[in-house]
Nanobody, 125 residues
Framework: QVQLVESGGGLVQAGGSLRLSCAAS????????MGWFRQAPEKEREFVAA????????YYADSVKGRFTISRDNAKNTVYLQMNSLKPEDTAVYYC??????????????????WGQGTQVTVSS
């Protein structure tokens, strides 16, 4: 069982930066691939970024590539999402999620077993 708690969301002007954190409970954090997803009002949840269990591989949606960076610290059971050059269209609730590294694609929410409660990111124009 893994419990995930996101933090770091807030209100920022376009062009600004935020750093999201996701703290995980449990001793097996390092065995999970970790992902960030987001959901804007009246839109479906979408993939943002993911990082493999070892941290050796990272994956990004085209819409955030070059602006967002995902990282993890397995010693601290924490995954991060550094968001730079934020745009109003980045406004959404951001969720972190964990999936077993042996199962499915990091790009699809259905493969993730555990989810955080979400943190709101609002980018004003």
């Amino acid at each position: 069982q893994v419990q995930l708690v996101e933090s770091g969301g807030g209100l920022v002007q376009a062009g600004g930066s935020l750093r999201l954190s996701c703290a995980a409970s449990g001793r097996t954090f390092s065995s999970y691939d970790m992902g960030w997803f987001r959901q804007a009002p009246e839109k479906e949840r979408e993939f943002v970024a993911a990082i493999s269990w070892s941290g050796g591989s990272t994956y990004y949606a085209d819409s955030v590539k070059g602006r967002f960076t995902i990282s993890r610290d397995n010693a601290k059971n924490t995954v991060y999402l550094q968001m730079n050059s934020l745009k109003p269209e980045d406004t959404a609730v951001y969720y972190c999620a964990a999936k077993g590294h042996y199962s499915g694609s990091v790009y699809y929410s259905k493969w993730y077993d555990y989810w955080g409660q979400g943190t709101q990111v609002t980018v004003s124009s």
